[in-house]
């Protein structure tokens, strides 16, 4: 098998608690985040046997009725949960809607809590499709992935001069999305530029993707060539988010991607965009400015980020339908 055209890092070092794991990967993950943004990780602790267990999952809910999904799409522009059907999403709106269908949902929270009496941006009610078991074993994924982000991000800390608990107490709440996608074969009558997911870049600070082995995956390196990002077994693929090269005043670089299934196979992957809590300040980090440097964007919140990014997607669908 010839070497991926991605950086392969291995998290065995902060995974296992070595007493200099978390500098040992810092190195290597700036290293990938400054130069194209996106790197396999391997030995990331997430169970093999949940992951198969979710790809089940998924495709059990996209095998359902449309019907019974459509269900599941109640105040989605809203509150971001729930199903969005085949060309339901724009990535890049230059382009016809995207070739997909997706479910996402994020921090489980109850009726009854305060954050959602309170109205607190982007907190909702996850919607279940009426499976037995799904709703545990798709949670136990979001929770499994969820630490592996905060884990990657202690050694992000570390790597950008800040303490290693840094990102800790602006993860530990997070406006995080698990995204459930399904991606047809793409089809000979499609419009012009039309694919499964247009180009375009990650919201949040990080995105942990486990991909089947169809493939379609491409990233634009900076001199514009496409490389294609094909599933390595056992690995996850992960790239930098708009959030937190915002943090790093582009130090850290978000790259363009898209999916292009031409496979003539139905493809599908899970997601775990991990967007910071609604109220973290994202603001420039001390050690990634200067006099030469100046800090390039005011503060915003993590919310009032996510919305900007989230309208920029979704009006042109949504006007489609107006």
Known sequence: MSEPDLPVIDLAPLISGEPDGVARVAGDLGRAARDIGFFYV????????????????SHQLFAEPLDAKMELTRDFFKTNRGYVPMKGENLDPTKPSDLKEAFNIGLDLQADDPRILNGEPFRAINQWPDIAGWKDTVLAYFNAVWKLGRQMHQAIAVDLGAGQDFFEDKLDAPLATLRLLHYP?????????QIGAGTHTDYGNITILLPDEVGGLEVRRRDGVWLKAPKIEGAFVCNIGDCLMRWTNDIYVSTPHRVVNSSGRERY???????????????????????????????????????????????PVKAKRA
């Open 185 to 193: 074969p793409q089809p000979a009558g499609a419009e012009e530029g």
């Open 42 to 57: 391997k030995n990331h602790g997430v169970d093999a046997a949940l992951i198969k267990a979710n790809f089940a999952a």
């Open 269 to 315: 992957s899970i997601a775990f965009f991990l967007d910071p809590n609604p109220d973290a300040d994202v603001a420039c980090l001390p050690g990634c400015m200067d006099a030469a440097r100046p800090a390039k964007y005011p503060p915003i919140s993590g919310a009032d980020y996510l919305k900007y990014k989230l309208d920029a997607s979704y009006e």
